[in-house]
């Protein structure tokens, strides 16, 4: 249960690893003596021994935080419009109302009162209040929906960047998929059937921490299966955990570890199977195959809808994951994404990085390998359930796991945007009339506190409407 510190080198005869959070493989990985384990990983199912290879500041979580400041160093900071605008249209309008207020007088000899007047009048209603707050109103309306339905976003910068993404970039294990491997399959051959098969197979793997182990007890439980009581479960280094029921032996080991003659007709059975992406145990009863078990990451109930959301916004997604090609492929195939499979927290930068190049893209992922491609995409995103590393590194997160929500951000990014350029077009279109009319003496004191302070009130309201949006 501990997860290593520094990269190490197995010391211990055999055990298994997992190793999600750095490579994002969704089921643990069998070492041998002698074999490298790196930092983050964790033993799920004794205790062992490892001799640590990896200097201080060196190990692979240490290498990922690196890869995450660069990443970060790379990106270029954010240059509000209104702020650039306010640095040249404040003074503008100060000039404008002194030169209003004595060019005339000084010039043409006209009366100073009316044209001082006039110059307040143009002060006052050039004053920037309704302009400058027109951003931050709907930018604090926009980030209180999005904390409503479940997603925190840290920040208007990070709201104005959701706003431009066009592609979505997903990490697979616990993003797009739950996270655990779950029964899909039970295939008992003759002589047994399914419920008697799974039963014995629990039987065996009951107190094991193996996440494939709690998986078929999990599944038997579900189907509210009658457990026998199993005697001398004892666990085969490197090739499975047998024990005793009712006077028989029930083995349970990986495919490759059995000689082929012995898996008969369920030879072809298992290709398909592990074609799938599945990851597959058989079963023995004596020493003679009884059935097979298949295993599978899951997806997440709302994947397919959020999938879909996003391509109805136009946004187009790719799967990104260190897991193996054939069960990203299987996930990717039942989505409709293409995929990368195999990646390091380095391969994932370069894929974002050449992504990222061609439209805005967002980074959704949970794991410490994510990290660093969430830092070097326009905007990442972290799972609520994902490690304190993502979520550090994250420009939003979602807190209830519902993937659903990356459309609904997109969505209310873009209405925040539709919404600040209304507040602006407002603001401008309100101030040039009442300046026009100033100048033309239409328009009095009274008239221009007026305006000023309408039209600081209609972009506000306007702003609050955010809030009453359903989508």
């Not at 990986?254 to 058989?282: C, F, M, R, W």
Request: charged share 20%; hydrophobic share 45%.
């Amino acid at each position: 249960g501990g997860r290593l510190p520094a990269d190490g080198k197995l010391v211990s005869a055999f055990a298994c690893f997992d190793e999600s959070a750095l490579t994002g493989e969704s089921v643990p990985v069998e070492r041998t003596c002698g074999e490298s384990v790196p930092a983050g990983a964790t033993s799920i199912d004794r205790l062992v021994t490892l001799e640590v290879v990896s200097k201080p500041g060196e190990n692979a979580i240490d290498r990922i935080l690196k890869l995450i400041e660069e990443a970060e160093e790379r990106r270029a900071p954010i240059e509000r419009f209104i702020d650039r605008f306010s640095r040249i249209y404040t003074p503008a309008i100060m000039a404008v109302a002194l030169l209003v207020a004595v060019v005339p007088p000084l010039l043409f000899a006209a009366p100073w009162l009316p044209w001082i007047y006039k110059g307040l009048a143009l002060l006052l209603i050039g004053c920037p209040c309704a302009l400058v707050i027109s951003t931050p109103a709907a930018i604090t309306s926009g980030l209180a929906v999005a904390a409503r339905r479940g997603a925190l976003i840290k920040g208007g910068a990070a709201l104005e960047q959701l706003g431009r993404i066009r592609q979505v970039a997903f990490d697979k294990t616990g993003t797009l998929t739950i996270g655990k491997p779950q029964v899909v399959a039970v295939t008992p051959l003759a002589g047994i059937d399914e419920a008697e098969l799974l039963a014995l197979s629990a039987a065996v793997e009951q107190g094991s921490t193996h996440p494939l182990a709690q998986a078929v007890v999990q599944e038997a439980q579900r189907r509210q299966l009658p457990i026998p009581t199993a005697q001398a479960q004892r666990t085969l280094a490197g090739k499975g955990i047998e024990a005793q029921i009712d006077g028989q032996y029930i083995r349970i080991s990986a495919p490759d570890k059995l000689p082929q003659y012995t898996l008969g007709n369920l030879l072809a059975h298992i290709h398909q199977q592990e074609s799938l992406g599945q990851t597959v145990i058989v079963v023995e009863r004596d020493g003679e195959a009884i059935g097979t078990l298949a295993l599978q990451d899951t997806l997440r109930d709302d994947t397919k809808e959020a999938v879909a959301a996003l391509h109805a916004l136009g946004v187009q997604g790719v799967i990104l994951t260190g897991d193996n090609p054939r069960a990203a492929a299987a996930i990717a195939g039942e989505l409709g994404l293409d995929f990368r499979a195999g990646l390091l927290p380095e391969d994932k930068v370069q894929a974002v990085q050449a992504l990222n190049q061609r439209s805005p893209l967002a980074m959704v992922g949970d794991g410490i390998n994510d990290a660093p491609a969430m830092k070097a995409s326009t905007i990442g995103i972290a799972m609520g359930s994902g490690t304190d590393v993502a979520l550090e590194t994250a420009d939003a997160a979602l807190t209830h796991n519902r993937l659903i929500g990356i459309g609904q951000m997109i969505r209310l990014a873009r209405a925040t945007h539709s919404n600040i350029r209304q507040n602006i077009a407002m603001a401008l279109s309100l101030k040039a009339i009442f300046l026009l009319t100033t100048l033309l003496g239409m328009t009095g004191l009274w008239l221009a506190v007026l305006a000023d302070t309408g039209a600081t009130v209609l972009v506000t309201a306007n702003a609050l409407r955010l809030l009453r949006s359903k989508d």
